[in-house]
């Protein structure tokens, strides 16, 4: 079976659903690539993404926060699947994906200010 964004994104949905990384390793391109407007540096390995996220999942687990990722789509810029996170029932972020030769490139996520920070 070929991986799409849809799959990847559906199975990173899942790790963050479960708070269990390991189905989610075997798709990722040894030079995976993770971005976040909330980590301060862009992550640039697998390895270096399992460390950090074995470590965010257990910081979920221990906080009781209610974590929630839902496979969605967004129409802007050609649009596409996206995972959108939302923790005690509000949005936090979406996260999008992109492939090469057959694995799991890049994620980036993108936060979604909270309603309070936001002024017109």
């Not at 708070?19 to 980590?39: G, K, M, N």
């Not at 390995?45 to 074995?54: D, N, P, R």
């Not at 994906?97 to 490139?105: I, T, V």
């Amino acid at each position: 079976m070929r991986l799409t964004a849809e799959d990847a994104l559906q199975a990173y949905a899942e790790m963050i659903n479960t708070l269990q990384i390991s189905h989610f390793l075997p798709l990722l391109a040894d030079d995976f690539h993770y971005a976040s407007q909330s980590v301060l540096a862009e992550i640039s390995s697998k390895e270096e993404f399992t460390e950090y996220m074995t470590a965010k999942l257990e910081t979920l687990k221990q906080s009781g926060v209610e974590t929630i990722a839902e496979l969605d789509y967004w129409s802007a810029y050609g649009g596409g699947p996206c995972v959108v996170l939302s923790q005690d029932h509000r949005p936090i972020c979406t996260a999008i994906a992109a492939l090469k030769d057959g694995k799991l490139s890049r994620i980036d996520l993108c936060t979604v200010p909270p309603p309070e920070s936001v002024t017109i």
